[in-house]
């Protein structure tokens, strides 16, 4: 996979179940946070907005959704 250069508000998708969070893959999330170029705190919101998860994720467990190719 190529490296992909995740900044702060990205809206990413969760490559991995995590159950215990309720999260599925393909979890659509927004990076609300950047700790370093690995690390991740990432909001996952409901469709009314109310947040169901608001998590420290790797790069490895992210992919970057594009509306228009670079």
Do not use: C, H
């Not at 215990?20 to 170029?37: H, M, P, R, T």
């Not at 169901?52 to 670079?70: F, N």
């Amino acid at each position: 996979m190529m490296s992909q250069n995740i900044k702060l508000l990205d809206t990413v998708a969760l490559l991995k179940a995590m159950p215990d969070q309720n999260l599925k893959i393909g979890q659509v999330g927004a990076v609300v946070e950047v700790f370093s170029d690995t690390d991740f705190g990432v909001e996952f919101v409901d469709k009314k907005g109310w947040t169901i998860a608001l998590l420290p994720l790797k790069r490895a467990d992210l992919l970057v959704l594009k509306y228009e190719m670079e």
